[in-house]
């Protein structure tokens, strides 16, 4: 592991016991995962609140191994094990990549659901109002949905009935 890395060049002043805490918190299972033992969101993703903020458990363990996340992006489990926070089952992809890694994982119903029900116009219409205001794990954590979710609604893909991109018809009229 690269704790001594990371103790070195320790960012924004952050305490070394912060870290120590972090790690503390996880527990070897067989298999290979480190489990983390600490509070978990309503996804079943290991939670922690670092500098004030809620945080996603196995984003935290990428960051403090790789630095910040960059925008947009998420942190993949290779093994499935959403309390996992071993950087080395960690990978940095794109909501694309996620979605199909739960499909070819068969959990895609589950995601989907999770990503998606929950939310009211209302929410979904403030959330399209924190766009490039807040990060998308963010606000997600906010709302209590993937940072996917809330992507996909900044991007429009989903909820399109609520014309949050505002009126466009130009684009796709046929003349
Ligand atoms: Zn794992």
């Keep these: 592991m690269g704790f001594g890395r990371f103790f070195a060049s320790s960012v924004g002043g952050g305490k070394m016991s912060d870290e120590k805490k972090f790690w503390a918190k996880i527990k070897k299972i067989p298999g290979g995962c480190w489990e983390w033992q600490g509070q978990t969101n309503e996804h079943g993703y290991?939670?922690?609140?670092?500098?004030?903020?809620?945080?996603?458990?196995?984003?935290?363990?990428?960051?403090?191994?790789?630095?910040?996340?960059?925008?947009g992006m998420l942190v993949c489990h290779s093994c499935d094990n959403r309390k996992c926070v071993r950087v080395s089952h960690l990978w940095l992809g794109t909501c694309k990549d996620n979605s199909e890694d739960m499909v070819n994982k068969g959990r895609s119903g589950k995601g989907a659901r999770n990503s998606r029900a929950k939310l009211t116009e209302a929410q979904v219409r403030r959330i399209f109002r924190e766009k490039g205001k807040q990060t998308s794990p963010q606000v997600g954590s906010q709302y209590g949905v993937s940072p996917c979710a809330v992507l996909k609604i900044w991007k429009g893909v989903r909820w399109q009935?609520?014309?949050?991109?505002?009126n466009v018809s130009g684009v796709s009229g046929r003349s």
Excluded: D, W
Excluded at 46 to 71: C, D, F, M, S, V
Excluded at 161 to 166: A, E, F, R, S, V
């Design 46 to 71: 290991g939670r922690e609140t670092t500098k004030g903020k809620n945080k996603q458990a196995h984003r935290i363990a990428y960051e403090l191994e790789n630095g910040p996340i960059p925008n």
């Design 161 to 166: 009935h609520l014309k949050l991109l505002g």
